[in-house]
T-cell receptor, first 113, second 114 residues
Framework: GEQVEQLPSILRVQEGSSASINCSYEDSASNYFPWYKQEPGENPKLIID?????ERKQIQELIVLLDKKAKRFSLHITDTQPGDSAMYFC????????????FGKGTSLTVIP | EAGVTQSPRYAVLQEGQAVSFWCDPI?????LYWYQQPRDQGPQLLVY????????NSQLPSDRFSAVRPKGTNSTLKIQSAKQGDTATYLC????????????FGSGTRLTVL
């Protein structure tokens, strides 16, 4: 199956600065790339996603970039707030009808007030 | 709309014991996934169903794990003889199905095998 690598595993930033998380994948058939946020004791929740026909997508302070040639995608959180502290997971999904989702190992983000 | 419901929330076992996890997906979602999430790691797919049919169970340790979804609604994941390495959170997720991409996760069952 698909392999998704996610870096860094731990990220600490000052409140108000930007945070960036990078993911890479192997399967060129992957065409859908969601990002999930998981707070302690909670289930993962979708925060933003991007499809292979796009290079950039922004929802408020969240920006995702996709470089299909390099098989890389990234999440950028601008103007971070303490409420952004959580685990973040990237995922890749090859569209084979009923889709499977392959997750990265996660990034623990801490926003320091 | 009710979310994905899982039970129990926690389970603590000795090695060799059996345990079952139960999942009730969102009504109308025909695709159901079971993921294993070890501590501080990402979810790793064990098995997923479309209705009652298994689509992919290649990552399910078949000698000790089994999963069923007999009526295409609720699902049960069973570990026959638990090992310490099975310690993890077991997440169930559902999706509306073909062409739909968002996974809706349940709260998970946190399993500790002593």
């Amino acid at each position: 199956g698909e392999q998704v690598e996610q870096l860094p595993s731990i990220l600490r930033v000052q409140e108000g600065s930007s945070a960036s998380i990078n993911c890479s994948y192997e399967d060129s058939a992957s065409n859908y790339f969601p990002w999930y946020k998981q707070e302690p004791g909670e289930n993962p929740k979708l925060i933003i996603d991007i499809r292979s026909n796009m290079e950039r997508k922004q929802i408020q302070e969240l920006i995702v970039l996709l470089d299909k040639k390099a098989k890389r995608f990234s999440l950028h959180i601008t103007d971070t707030q303490p409420g952004d502290s959580a685990m973040y997971f990237c995922a890749a999904s090859p569209n084979t009808g009923y889709q499977n989702f392959y997750f990265g190992k996660g990034t623990s983000l801490t926003v320091i007030p | 709309e009710a979310g994905v419901t899982q039970s129990p929330r926690y389970a603590v076992l000795q090695e060799g014991q059996a345990v079952s996890f139960w999942c009730d997906p969102i009504s109308g979602h025909d695709t159901l996934y079971w993921y294993q999430q070890p501590r501080d790691q990402g979810p790793q797919l064990l098995v997923y169903f479309r209705d009652e049919a298994v689509i992919d169970n290649s990552q399910l340790p078949s000698d000790r794990f089994s999963a069923v979804r007999p009526k295409g609604t609720n699902s049960t994941l069973k570990i026959q003889s638990a090992k310490q390495g099975d310690t993890a959170t077991y997440l169930c997720a559902s999706s509306p199905g073909l062409g739909a991409e968002t996974l809706y996760f349940g709260s998970g069952t946190r399993l500790t095998v002593l």
